[in-house]
């Protein structure tokens, strides 16, 4: 398989751009996440899907961002617009879903780093 | 609510050193606890887990006992090579919290020849 597949690997934009970035699940998992990492406040959870519909978007920052997730094979995470304190890198993970443990390991991809200039 | 604890780092060790990084855990009922580490320019990937009391997770020569009693979940390490190099991450997971992993912060580590 060929795991969480995020792009772009980096992005580099200027104040006020907007930045899509997308995530491209693991085939046949069905929740979906969204984390920000930064060096001042570590790992974020943002936002996470579960069968395409958004469950918790209690972390998304504020109306600037929005996430989607069309089908079960596609997401993004919008910034508009972009400012610098965006800056950080971006990594989207999925699961199975459902109960036991298995079902819910989350399985990351390499991440986007983003840049605001 | 539920929350977890990591020793803060960076840890800096020679290699063929012993390893310890500190985790404990609040939460109510009995969650299940995972380390996850991230390489450098990589994502968080699965190290080890455990699911009840007493449970040993284990891989790539790292162990983890599940201690409900001191609500720990170490990490340990007999000898560290300088490829463990990474950031290390305790997490749980509890039914009450709809399937969102608890994160700790991460604890650096650096592992030199």
């Known amino acids: 398989d060929a795991g969480v597949i995020q792009s772009p690997r980096h992005e580099v934009t200027e104040m006020g751009q907007e930045v899509t970035l997308r995530c491209k699940p693991i085939?046949?998992?069905?929740?979906l996440f969204w984390y920000r990492q930064t060096m001042m406040r570590g790992l974020e959870l943002l936002i996470y899907?579960?069968?395409?519909?958004?469950?918790?978007d209690s972390g998304m920052p504020e109306d600037r961002f929005s996430a989607k997730m069309p089908n079960a094979s596609f997401s993004t995470l919008k910034i508009q617009p972009s400012e610098p304190r965006d800056s950080a890198v971006y990594f989207c993970?999925?699961?199975?879903?459902?109960?036991?443990?298995?079902?819910?390991?989350?399985?990351f991809g390499a991440g986007t780093r983003l840049s605001v200039l | 609510g539920d929350s977890v604890t990591q020793m803060e780092g960076p840890v800096t060790l020679s290699e063929e050193a012993f390893l310890t990084i500190n985790c404990t855990y609040t939460?109510?009922?009995?969650?299940?606890l995972f380390w996850y580490v991230q390489y450098p320019g990589e994502g968080l990937q699965l190290l080890l887990k455990?699911?009840?009391a007493d449970d040993k997770g284990s891989n790539k020569g790292f162990e983890a006992t599940y201690r409900k009693e001191t609500t720990s979940f170490h990490l340990e390490k007999g000898s560290v090579q300088v490829s463990d190099s990474a950031v290390y991450f305790c997490?749980?997971?509890?039914?009450?919290?709809?399937?969102?992993?608890?994160w700790g912060l991460g604890t650096s580590l650096a592992v030199n020849p």
């Open positions: 997490a749980l997971l509890n039914a009450g919290n709809n399937r969102k992993l608890i």
């Open positions: 993970a999925s699961s199975l879903g459902g109960s036991g443990l298995a079902k819910n390991i989350q399985y």
């Open positions: 085939s046949g998992h069905n929740s």
């Open positions: 455990a699911t009840k």
């Open positions: 939460a109510t009922g009995y969650p299940s």
């Open positions: 899907f579960n069968n395409n519909v958004p469950i918790d």
